[in-house]
C-alpha cells in the first residue's frame, strides 16, 4: 500500500530524500508544501496521509517550527523517524568556476554547516539567504545567484552542475525528519521505539523539573531528549519536548506518562515509532541488536506484568 | 460480632488493655499467650480469629520480636491499631513502704521507662527483670519481689496496691499495638489508613535506599516511618519495614507497592488499615478531619483515574 | 565610566535599544557587527569592552548562534541581562498604502512574531527574509522591498514611516540581551542574581541529566532556564544551557556548582550577574523585594557558613 | 602506650573479648561496668579513656541502648569498632549431663539465638534471663542456675565445663562493638573508613527522608546502614541514625554532613574511624584492598579538591 506524502519542498530538498527513505522502496506520491505549517495542515485537512518534515539536527538543533506546530493545533503524532546524512555540495551552472562566485545561497542553516569551506574558499562571496536550499538552486538556474550550497541531488533538477561536493565542516552531520499522521492505531511495538510527547509543568517551584525526570528515571525510562521551548507566555515560561526510549504500549513506558500526566498542567502525546538507526549502526548486527531490544522490553514487561499480579492477588486478600 | 483474641499475657498487661480498645466495648473472648510467637502462632493455626501485640513504643522504639515475627513464616496482615497511654504505677502487698522495698522487677522495658523516677525514690533497689509486668505484679504477690513496675489496672489481679502512681519520666510515652489475621478480605477504606510492608533489597549499590523511598515520593505518598531490621545473613544486610499513608485500594498507594515490588528482591505485604489517632487528637474536630481526608484520597484517585484513562485513550490510538 | 559597546547591528535593530538600555543614560560607544560571532570577536579581539547580542526570546526561544558562541571559542561571561519588549510597526517609504505591498521583508524571527497580522493584512505579499530588521528598512528605503517589519524606533534612520504600528500578533513578546565581556572581577552581589553555565554530560546513562538537576535541586538552587543545544557529535550528543538563581560567590550556588563540574566531563561558567526584571515588575515595590531577595541570600549563606563552621569544628576533634 | 578500657562487663563477656580484639595484642587495663550507661559514663568522667560496648548484632539487630546514649548526654564519638563472632556453649558444672538441666539462663538475647537448639535438647528446661551470659554462668557455679549460654571462654571464670559447643542457630552470627571516648583528634584516614551521625529531622513533610539520603546519593558516598529510633516525643517521631562510608576528613562526605546539617533541625557527629572487616574477608587480599580503597578515597578527594580549585578561579574571575 502507497501512502500521499506531503513534505517541505520544494523538489530537491533533504526533505525529499526522507520521504523516499520511508517510503522505503515504494513509489510514493509526494506532494511539496511551502512551510512545516503548511506540511502538517495538509495531514490535518486530509490532503495527505503522513507529512513529512526535519525536527532536529546533530549541527543547528531542534527545528523549532516543528516543534511549536506539533505543540499546538489539532492533534498529529509521529510514526516513523529516520536519519538522513547531510552533505552539501557547491552547485552552479556548468561553466562557472570559483573565482566567477559573488553571490551564493541556500537555506539559513546551510550557511554556518559550511561556514570554513566558504571562509576558505568563497572569502569574498556575499551570502544571501534563500527559502530553502533548492530555491537557491532555482534562483543560481535563473540567474540571481552565482552558486548554492544544496544536496548534489538537487543539480540534475535544475540544469547545475556540483562544482565542489562535501562542502560541509563537518562529516557527521546528520538530520533527524519525522513523519506524522492524524492520531489513529499506534505502530505496533518494534523490539527499539521511542515515545515523544510535551510536558507543560504545573508551575515553577524548585525542583519542579526533577519531579518531571524523576517520572522516567524511578520507573527505569531512559530519556534520549529533552528540549524546551518558550510557551509565548514570557520569558521563564516553557514546555518541554521529551523523548524517551520504548513504546507507550510497554508498562513502563505507559506508567512514566500517567505519573507525568498527574505532576504536568497537560500532556501532549506525540507518538511511539520504530527508533531510526544511523547507516553505520545498521549493519550486518542489526537483526541481534532488536532481538535483544525486544527480549529487554518484554522482559521490562514480564516485571510490570507479574508486579501487576502480585498487587491484584493483595487486593483480594490473597497476599 | 465478637472475635476470639490471642494477645500477649499474661492478663494485666497494658496488651490486655489494647485488646478491650479494638474490641470496641464488646467483651471478647481472649486468649492470653506466653510470647510474641506464640500470639502469632495461636492465629497461625486458627485457635483465635485476630493476634494483639504491640509493635512500637514511643521511648522504647520498635518491637523487633513482632517485626521479625511478621517478616517470616506463615503470612499474617495487620488490620487495626491502636495507640495506648503507657503509665506505670508502683505496685506492692499492702502495707509496704517505700523504705521496705529491696527488690523491684517489671518487663525489662519498664525500667527504662522510669529511670528517674527509680534513680530518685528507690536509689538502692535492685532491678529485676520479669517476663512481663504483669509476671512481676505476681511475683510480688507470691514475695519473691518487693514492688512491681506495672498498669494500675494490675493491682486487683494479685491483691497488690498501688503505692505511687505515675512513676513514669515521660508523661506522653505511647505503645502502639496491632491486631492481625490470617490473609483474607482487607478492611475497607476509612478515609484515613496506613499500609504496611517489608521490603528486601535487591543489592547494595549506592543509593539502593533512595530507589525504594522514591517509588513512595514521586509518588505523593507519605512515609510515616522506616524500620531497619538485620535479615541474619551478616553485619550489614537489612530489610526494611515500611508504614505510609494511604490503603492499598488507593491507585497511588497501589502503584508505588508495584514499584517497590519490582526495585526489590522481595515484598511482603503486612495489610492496610485505619491510622489510629492518639487521645488528645481525637476530639471533637475528628469526624471533619476525617471527610477531609476521605475526599484527599478521593482526589488522589481521581488523578490517577483520569491519568489511566488518558493513556487508554492515547493506547487506543485517540489522543 | 562609559565602555565601548560592540552589538549585533545595524542601527536600528532592537539590540540597539538594548545597548541604550544597559548603558543607562551614559552616552555608549556603539560598534554595530554583522553577525553574533562579530560581536563576540569584538570583544575577544579587545575592540569593544562590551558585546551585546539577543539570547532568548519569549516568543521564539533560544537564539541558538549566541547559545553556541559562548559555548566554544575564547571564553567571555556574561556580566548583565536586559528584557526588550518587542513590538513590530511595518516601516514604508512615505505615501505607500497596504494595497501597494508586494513585498514585505525583516529578520527570519519577526514574520512568525507578525503572522496572523500579515495573514489578515497582507495575505497576498511576498515574505522575504533579511540580515535584520534593520536592513530590511535599508532595502525598503532603497526600493528593494515595499514594507519591512522593524521597531518604529527604525523608520527615522531611513527615512520610513510607520504605516502600521503593533503588527506583532502578542502583546507582551519580550527578547532577553546579554551584555558580555572577558573573563575578569566578577560583578557583585546585587541581591537577586543568576548565573549561567553550560554542562556537558559525561556519559549517557539513564538519569544522568537527573544527576545534573540533583546538584541544585538537593541545594535548594532554583532553576530559572535548561536548554539543550547538540555538540555537533551526531543526533542524541548534548550540551545543556543552565541558568539558575543566585550569584556563585553563595556558598550555596559554588557547592552546586563544584558538584556539577564533578558529575559532568567539563563545565563552562558562562556569568554570575544581576537578574533583569520586566517593566511590570519593576515598580515601586522593587527596592522592597530587593531587599528582602538580599535577606534570603544572606540567609542562605548564613545557614553554609554555619554548616563549614561545624564542619571545620568536628575536623578539629571539637564536636 | 596502653589505655584503660570501660566495658559492658562482667568479665568472661563477648564486649571483653572486644576489648581484648581492640587492643591488639596490649595487655589493656580493663573496668568492667554494669551497665552500657555505665560504661559511657565512666569516659565521661574520665575514668576510663575508651569505652567498649555492643552496638548491633547480625541476628539481633541494633542494640538500642547503646545508640540512644549516644544521642543523648555528654558527646562521645567513635573511634574504633570491632566484630566478634558469637559462639555460644553451654556451660555446666562439671559432672551434669542434659538430662540433669531444668534450668537454663543466660542474656536475654543469648536465647533467641540458640532457640532451635534449646527446642530439640532442652524441650523441658524453663529460660531465666539474667544480666548477662557471665552472670548466669556465675549463678550456675553458685547452684541458681543448672546452665548457662555464654562464651566458652567463660568456662574457666567460673569452674565450669562446657557440655554442649556451639549451640547457636547460625553459624555466622556477629556483633559489632565499638570503642568510643571523648572528642579529641579524630583518627587518620585509613584507606577504607566509616563515618557515623545521628540525624534529626526538621520536619515531616513528604520526602523529608528522601531529602536526607540525597545529600549522599549525590555526592557518591555509599550508606551502610540507617537505622531509626523514637525520639521520645510520641509515635511517628525518630531520629535516625546513619553510618557511611569514607572519612569525615574526606571532601566528599565533609561536602554530605554540611548538606546534612542544613535540612536537618540537628545532626550529632558520632566519629569516622576504620571499618572493621570480618575474618573471612580478612585474609592475604586486605593489603591489596586497603591500597585500593585508599586510592580511590585519594580520586575522590581530587575530584574535589579540582572542582574547589575551579570555583575559586572562577569567583576570582579567571573562568
Redesign the interface.
Known sequence: MSYRYAYLGPRGTFTETAVRELAQGAEPEALPCGSIQATLDAVRSGRAELGVVPI??????AV??TLDELAIGT?L?ICAEV?IPVEFALLTRPGTSLGDIRRVGGH?VAQ?QCRNWLAANLPHARWL?A?SNSDAARQVAEGGLDAALAGAFAADLYGLVPLAAAVHD?D???T?FVAVRL????PGRSGADKTSVVAFLMDDH??A???I???F??????????????T???????RFFIDCEGH??QARV??A???L??VCSA?R?LGSYPQAV?AAADGAGTAAADAQADRQQDKSDA??I???D??AR??S???
Chains 1, 2, 3, 4 share one sequence.
Open positions: 532536529e539536527s546533530s549541527v543547528e538543533g523549532t517550527a492533534e503524532v536519519l539559513p554556518p539567504p527559502a563537518r557527521d552531520a546528520v533527524r492520531p489513529g492505531e499506534l524548585p525542583g523539573l526533577m519531579d525526570l524523576g517520572q528515571a524511578f520507573r527505569g525510562v531512559n530519556l534520549t531528549r529533552i528540549e524546551s521551548r518558550p509565548g507566555d514570557g520569558i521563564g515560561r516553557y507507550v504500549a505507559g506508567e506518562l500517567m505519573g500526566r498527574r500532556v502525546f544511523t516485571e510490570y507479574e508486579a501487576a502480585w498487587l493483595i487486593r486478600g490473597q497476599v
